[in-house]
């Protein structure tokens, strides 16, 4: 994610390296015509993506219960994530870049959950735990049973986003290609605190393309084609309005419910295109854009010194 910010190359004019000892072989390279990037980088930018993640697997807690569902399933709902990030990087040789990503993320599902029937025995006649692990004695007819229901609950869920990376590329005349390799990860939280989770997420993504000259002194083009696949699993924990479902039951037991629900991305590969504009030698913009099942836009601007 983000895996193009910040990665200009020089061009004539441009400002001088702070290190000239990075990235390692960059003498060499120029000698022999290759762009040598200069060693640091700092961006700022944001993305945004938009795919299928069904539920894979979903819990439901009834007091200290946790019940399995295995019909539990997403229904024609979409995950979309926004990502403000800012971007750290260094080349430490003329073909490898480490970075590091940081800032903030938002995640929106609208799940449509299916789940079964259950029923509880008598076994929990004598105590059922409410709320905060205060245990009441309650009479109940057993057994109580919740009718299979389609719930319709929507998560919103903001927090920190983290990760790291290692891009590896080279280029041969006008011609280039990226091989970038990143791990991010993502803590949510709700703003009424009913639930949170977290996503992790892994993306490959080759990329192949072609650099050109600018008018003006300074000034350098860049364009490409690529794919990227991306293994990324999301759990959200929290709360069901179980008065939805049945007032009666809610009445005895509570209002809510917990859940557990682990999602995970249903198309791994999507097809990339994109551009950077390089300004005044050190300074870069990019947009990217993604097609397929999963879709997506990133764009950002970043400087080199």
Same mark, same amino acid.
């Given at each position: 994610m983000l895996a193009s910010i910040g990665l200009?190359?020089?061009?004539?004019?441009?400002?001088?390296?702070?290190?000239?000892?990075?990235?390692?072989?960059?003498?060499?390279?120029?000698?022999?015509?290759?762009?040598?990037?200069?060693?640091?980088?700092?961006?700022?930018?944001?993305?945004?993506?938009?795919?299928?993640?069904?539920?894979?697997?979903?819990?439901?807690?009834?007091?200290?219960?946790?019940?399995?569902?295995t019909d539990a399933a997403l229904v024609g709902r979409r995950s979309r994530d926004t990502l403000v990030m800012g971007r750290a990087d260094v080349w430490l040789l003329q073909f490898v870049n480490l970075y590091g990503v940081f800032g903030f993320a938002n995640s929106t599902m609208d799940y449509e959950l299916m789940v079964p029937a259950v029923a509880f025995d008598a076994g929990l006649r004598d105590q059922i735990e409410v709320i905060d692990g205060i245990s009441v004695p309650v009479d109940l007819e057993f057994p109580i049973r919740i009718p299979g229901e389609t719930i319709d609950f929507d998560q919103d869920l903001n927090g920190p986003v983290y990760g790291a990376g290692i891009l590896i590329g080279g280029d041969w005349r006008r011609f280039y290609g990226t091989l970038d390799l990143n791990y991010i990860r993502a803590e949510y939280d709700d703003s009424l605190g009913f639930a949170n989770g977290d996503l992790d997420s892994f993306t490959f993504t080759p990329?192949?393309?072609?650099?050109?000259?600018?008018?003006?002194?300074?000034?350098?083009?860049?364009?490409?084609?690529?794919?990227?696949?991306?293994? #990324?699993? @999301?759990?959200?924990?929290?709360?069901?309005?179980?008065?939805?479902?049945?007032? *009666?039951?809610?009445? &005895? +037991?509570?209002?809510?419910? #917990?859940? @557990?629900?682990?999602?995970?991305?249903?198309?791994?590969?999507?097809?990339?295109? *994109?551009?950077?504009? &390089? +300004?005044a030698g050190n300074w870069v913009m990019s947009l990217?854009?993604?097609?397929?099942?999963?879709e997506q836009v990133m764009g950002s601007i970043a400087t080199r010194f």
């Amino acid at each position: 994610m983000l895996a193009s910010i910040g990665l200009a190359e020089p061009v004539e004019g441009r400002t001088k390296p702070v290190l000239k000892e990075l990235p390692v072989g960059g003498d060499w390279a120029q000698e022999n015509e290759f762009h040598v990037p200069l060693a640091f980088g700092l961006g700022a930018g944001l993305a945004y993506f938009d795919q299928d993640m069904p539920v894979t697997s979903f819990e439901v807690g009834f007091g200290s219960r946790m019940l399995d569902s295995t019909d539990a399933a997403l229904v024609g709902r979409r995950s979309r994530d926004t990502l403000v990030m800012g971007r750290a990087d260094v080349w430490l040789l003329q073909f490898v870049n480490l970075y590091g990503v940081f800032g903030f993320a938002n995640s929106t599902m609208d799940y449509e959950l299916m789940v079964p029937a259950v029923a509880f025995d008598a076994g929990l006649r004598d105590q059922i735990e409410v709320i905060d692990g205060i245990s009441v004695p309650v009479d109940l007819e057993f057994p109580i049973r919740i009718p299979g229901e389609t719930i319709d609950f929507d998560q919103d869920l903001n927090g920190p986003v983290y990760g790291a990376g290692i891009l590896i590329g080279g280029d041969w005349r006008r011609f280039y290609g990226t091989l970038d390799l990143n791990y991010i990860r993502a803590e949510y939280d709700d703003s009424l605190g009913f639930a949170n989770g977290d996503l992790d997420s892994f993306t490959f993504t080759p990329r192949v393309g072609c650099h050109f000259d600018g008018p003006g002194q300074g000034s350098m083009g860049r364009v490409w084609v690529g794919t990227m696949y991306m293994d #990324a699993e @999301k759990e959200i924990r929290g709360e069901i309005p179980i008065r939805d479902l049945d007032p *009666g039951i809610a009445d &005895a +037991i509570g209002d809510f419910v #917990a859940f @557990k629900a682990n999602s995970e991305v249903k198309s791994h590969w999507n097809f990339l295109i *994109g551009g950077q504009w &390089a +300004i005044a030698g050190n300074w870069v913009m990019s947009l990217e854009g993604g097609f397929g099942d999963r879709e997506q836009v990133m764009g950002s601007i970043a400087t080199r010194f």
